[in-house]
């Protein structure tokens, strides 16, 4: 019975992290960019910061802070 209800568990989160990649997908979608890796890619131009540098602060605070919580520490790293 706890091999079932890991192997459910497990079901479950592969079913949620595939609804948020769809979710992600759209989002940026619906912003005017390709993807993800797009996005951050017009993150660095506009912010004058290197790729490399915006996929790592973007990897460790996740994508659901793409659009705020990324954007909020880049403007007060730049003390813009």
Known sequence: ????VGQLILKMDVHCE????NMD????????YE???????????DY???YETIFQFAEIMGSTEDFDGLI?????MLGD
Not at 1 to 4: C, G, K, T, W
Not at 36 to 44: S, T
């Open 1 to 4: 019975m706890e091999v079932y």
């Open 18 to 21: 595939t609804e948020v990649n």
């Open 25 to 32: 997908s759209n989002v940026y979608i619906e912003n005017g």
């Open 35 to 45: 993807n993800r890796q797009d996005y951050l890619k017009c993150l660095a131009i």
């Open 48 to 50: 004058g910061v290197s």
């Open 72 to 76: 909020i520490m880049l403007e007060e």
